[in-house]
């Protein structure tokens, strides 16, 4: 058997291959660090965050009864919505706090401007969520235009 | 190289995607959804929803559908139109271009896209938890010079390296990942919020060429949403005299109303609408419920869908080509989710649109795909395999266990233990399956070999482990070790993924065709091996522990297995026949354990009892059931 040489040419060939193959394999092993990272956050959030899509829709109608109870100013109504919230409140669900408090549009969507300190909180439409640290759904808002006389 | 990101600047909404493990993905903006909307409040420095929630406060100070301005002249058509929709002020610029005033300050809109493009890159950066700097931009056919290099200046400013500005409708047609197919002519129809753009390319080897391009840049799902709130509003009024267009905070729960309703008539024919307590009239609460069906929409908005074919007409005109000649149309934007678009579509261009890719994230998806190009990410190593269809063995009965499941990406690798099937076997043989069916017969055989020097043992006693291990390039290694004697033999079979799409197919819908037969097949001979084991495992009782019984148990237990095993040997056993036989040789079987124990065991002959008696009864009812 005749040992064969590599010419330069071919050294030069095949090095350039090697650090192809090299930063393709650093490539695919980053992408998947990157994607374990991400996945073992992401376990922590889906189960932490599993009920918010079915919270999201619950507090369309939880916004009726609160509706509901506005005009009818029923006592029993009344204790039934505040069982239904401390139920929620166990499960991480928290009130952003928008009554008189600057509009602050990370945690509230203001939908109408009115007579009233500027950029103020006038009324609240509907009632905004975070669940656990997160911004479930935004208050809906009326803000202040500041034009009227505010006291 | 670090990542290439992809980022769709819509009018609208934006998306951003990059590259990640061969495929494109979206990434989630922080507020954990896959878009946001093109919306900036450039003094508090606001984008996206936050920007959006504040805009009805603070209308002069919010700036939307800035991609309308981008390289326009303030003079220019485009630029009044948008003047006279958009709350915020636009004037004229250095170079007589339009620029937008808020306050005393100009902002150019460059700088306001960048803004954009700032929070889709913060957004990467936090998903990818690297810094990015190079990005792919996309930007509507019809663009000019001036708007592309607008919008290469708006990536400059966001400090991001813009490596390529690509055509809207090319990206899109790399997300539907056609630039891999023939030479063809694609017409891609994108309705999105705002604007409505259709575009001919023409495909040849990997190059994309725009034959021609119309639309309307003044009609998307917003007309749409508008049409369906008139409809409720005027509704309401006819029923209740109530107009529900005075009261603001009514006609907002109208709006989210009409924009849910939408989406849900694109899957549903019909869909309610219920808004209690909607407004009040003298003291009295008003609530409003309107049931809106698929058809309703469809009349609703059947002039705005229309509108769309002329542009079609004129691209088609345009691109001189003949509807005869379009090899694909392909759907992008949100709207083009409705089933009466998609009618349309259809019957305009004679073909079946292709809507495999969501139309709201196609876009930046090709973007991205564009960036894993440049960056050498997108190679042929993109092209990861699947296994078509699963790998397995022969095991006893002839059916087929499987090992490596349909659809597993290689390269991967699996092992199992499997035993002999009788006393004293010296060999094993190792016989390798492709396909679906559950009997091994029915299966493509790969190959088989046989592994000896097996030591003499129990039937179930000797572990031996087979291994598949199928490397990327589809070379399928198997091999069969005895646990015991570490013997090994293997077998090597090439293109064990490579078969031809027709076959696939063929092989999948024949499992299906096959799938109540295959079913009894197996049941059969799961049946088969159950009685085998039975009459094994007693006649080794019977060998072990035969001085217990009196002769004449003896005799009727063997007279018991004998039946069954002439059950079993007759050419016309049924699932039936095997099973009854078996109840019954079980039956004696128990019969005759109980009384052993029972003599066995005096002291305990009640406890015993009792702890068996139920056993049994459940025993048989399960049994029942299964014969049913």
């Known amino acids: 058997m005749v040992k064969k040489h590599l010419?330069?040419?071919?050294?030069?060939?095949?090095?350039?291959?090697?650090?192809?193959?090299?930063?393709?394999?650093?490539?695919?092993?980053?992408?998947?660090?990157?994607?374990?990272?991400?996945?073992?956050?992401?376990?922590?959030?889906?189960?932490?965050?599993?009920?918010?899509?079915?919270?999201?829709?619950?507090?369309?109608?939880?916004?009726?009864?609160?509706?509901?109870?506005?005009?009818?100013?029923?006592?029993?109504?009344?204790?039934?919505?505040?069982?239904?919230?401390?139920?929620?409140?166990?499960?991480?669900?928290?009130?952003?706090?928008?009554?008189?408090?600057?509009?602050?549009?990370?945690?509230?969507?203001?939908?109408?401007?009115?007579?009233?300190?500027?950029?103020?909180?006038?009324?609240?439409?509907?009632?905004?969520?975070?669940?656990?640290?997160?911004?479930?759904?935004?208050?809906?808002?009326?803000?202040?235009d500041g034009m009227e006389n505010s006291k | 190289m670090s990542k290439i990101i992809g980022i769709d600047l819509g009018t609208t909404n934006s998306a951003v995607a990059v590259m990640e493990g061969g495929t494109a993905k979206i990434i989630p903006t922080a507020e954990g959804r896959n878009t946001f909307p093109s919306i900036v409040e450039p003094i508090k420095n606001l984008v996206g929803d936050v920007a959006k929630r504040q805009m009805v406060l603070n209308s002069q100070n919010t700036i939307f559908s800035v991609k309308r301005l981008m390289g326009q002249k303030f003079s220019g058509k485009q630029s009044q139109k948008t003047k006279e929709i958009a709350p915020y002020e636009i004037a004229e610029g250095a170079g007589s271009m339009a620029v937008i005033k808020i306050a005393d300050k100009t902002y150019t809109?460059?700088?306001?896209?960048?803004?954009?493009?700032?929070?889709?890159?913060?957004?990467?950066?936090?998903?990818?938890g690297t810094t990015v700097t190079d990005a792919v931009i996309t930007v509507p056919a019809y663009f000019d010079d001036s708007q592309r290099q607008a919008t290469k200046q708006a990536g400059e400013i966001a400090g991001l390296n813009v490596q390529r500005i690509v055509n809207e409708p090319t990206a899109a047609a790399l997300a539907y990942g056609l630039d891999k197919g023939k030479n063809e002519t694609v017409v891609v129809y994108d309705l999105g919020g705002g604007t409505f753009d259709v575009s001919i390319l023409e495909l040849g080897d990997g190059v994309f060429e725009?034959?021609?391009?119309?639309?309307?840049?003044?009609?998307?799902?917003?007309?749409?949403?508008?049409?369906?709130?008139?409809?409720?509003?005027?509704?309401?009024?006819?029923?209740?005299?109530?107009?529900?267009?005075?009261?603001?905070?009514?006609?907002?729960?109208?709006?989210?109303a009409a924009e849910k309703a939408k989406i849900e008539l694109s899957s549903a024919m019909e869909t309610e609408i219920n808004q209690p307590f909607i407004t009040q009239r003298d003291g009295q609460p008003l609530h409003l419920?309107?049931?809106?069906?698929?058809?309703?929409?469809?009349?609703?908005?059947?002039?705005?869908?229309?509108?769309?074919?002329?542009?079609?007409?004129?691209?088609?005109?345009?691109?001189?080509?003949?509807?005869?000649?379009?090899?694909?149309?392909?759907?992008?934007?949100?709207?083009?989710?409705?089933?009466?678009?998609?009618q349309v579509v259809k019957e305009f261009f004679g073909k079946e649109p292709n809507k495999s890719v969501n139309p709201d994230e196609a876009v930046a998806l090709g973007a991205a795909i564009q960036g894993g190009v440049i960056s050498g990410d997108v190679k042929d190593i993109l092209l990861l395999d699947v296994t078509p269809l699963t790998l397995g063995i022969e095991t006893m009965g002839g059916v087929m266990t499987p090992l490596i499941e349909r659809n597993t990406t290689v390269p991967s690798s699996k092992s199992q233990i499997f035993s002999t099937a009788s006393d004293n076997q010296p060999q094993v043989e190792v016989h390798i399956l492709q396909g679906e069916r559950p009997m091994a017969a029915d299966n493509k055989s790969l190959g088989s070999f046989i592994l000896d020097g097996i030591m003499p043992a129990h039937r179930g006693v000797p572990q031996i482990e087979v291994t598949f291990?199928?490397?990327?390039?589809?070379?399928?290694?198997?091999?069969?070790?005895?646990?015991?004697?570490?013997?090994?033999?293997?077998?090597?079979?090439?293109?064990?993924?490579?078969?031809?799409?027709?076959?696939?197919?063929?092989?999948?819908?024949?499992?299906?065709?096959?799938?109540?037969?295959?079913?009894?097949?197996?049941?059969?001979?799961?049946?088969?091996?159950?009685?085998d084991s039975l009459i094994i495992q007693t006649r080794k009782v019977l060998s072990d522990a035969g001085d217990k019984f009196g002769a004449e148990s003896k005799k009727e237990i063997e007279d018991s297995l004998g039946e069954l095993e002439t059950e079993l040997k007759k050419s016309d056993s049924t699932f039936e026949s095997i099973d009854a036989s078996l109840k019954k040789a079980t039956e004696v079987m128990q019969k005759h354990a109980e009384a052993l124990y029972k003599a066995a065991g005096e002291k305990d002959k009640t406890e015993e009892s009792k702890a068996e008696e139920p056993k049994t009864d459940t025993d048989s009812a399960e049994e029942g059931e299964v014969v049913k």
Request: glycine share 4%; charged share 35%.
């Open chain 1, 7 to 144: 010419n330069t040419e071919e050294i030069e060939k095949l090095n350039l291959r090697i650090e192809e193959l090299e930063s393709d394999y650093r490539r695919v092993l980053a992408d998947y660090k990157n994607q374990e990272r991400r996945f073992k956050d992401q376990e922590i959030l889906v189960v932490k965050m599993a009920n918010s899509v079915l919270l999201e829709k619950l507090l369309l109608n939880l916004d009726s009864l609160i509706l509901a109870q506005s005009h009818l100013k029923d006592k029993g109504l009344e204790m039934v919505i505040g069982q239904i919230f401390s139920t929620l409140s166990q499960e991480g669900l928290v009130e952003i706090k928008t009554d008189n408090q600057p509009f602050d549009p990370v945690t509230m969507d203001c939908t109408e401007i009115t007579p009233g300190e500027k950029d103020m909180v006038v009324e609240t439409i509907s009632k905004g969520y975070y669940l656990f640290d997160k911004v479930l759904r935004p208050a809906k808002v009326k803000v202040g």
């Open chain 2, 109 to 128: 809109p460059q700088e306001i896209s960048a803004k954009i493009l700032q929070k889709a890159k913060a957004d990467a950066e936090a998903y990818l």
């Open chain 2, 210 to 256: 725009v034959k021609a391009t119309n639309g309307d840049t003044f009609l998307g799902g917003d007309d749409f949403d508008h049409r369906i709130i008139e409809y409720i509003v005027a509704e309401f009024k006819k029923e209740s005299g109530v107009d529900l267009s005075l009261d603001k905070q009514a006609l907002q729960r109208i709006k989210d």
């Open chain 2, 289 to 342: 419920t309107l049931k809106i069906t698929r058809a309703k929409l469809e009349e609703l908005v059947a002039d705005l869908i229309e509108r769309t074919i002329e542009p079609c007409k004129k691209a088609l005109a345009d691109a001189k080509i003949e509807k005869s000649h379009i090899g694909e149309v392909i759907l992008v934007g949100g709207m083009t989710r409705m089933p009466k678009v998609q």
């Open chain 2, 469 to 531: 291990d199928i490397d990327a390039n589809g070379i399928l290694n198997v091999s069969a070790k005895d646990k015991a004697t570490n013997k090994e033999q293997k077998i090597t079979i090439k293109n064990a993924t490579n078969l031809s799409d027709d076959e696939v197919e063929k092989m999948k819908q024949e499992a299906q065709k096959y799938e109540a037969e295959d079913k009894k097949k197996k049941e059969l001979v799961d049946k088969r091996n159950e009685a």
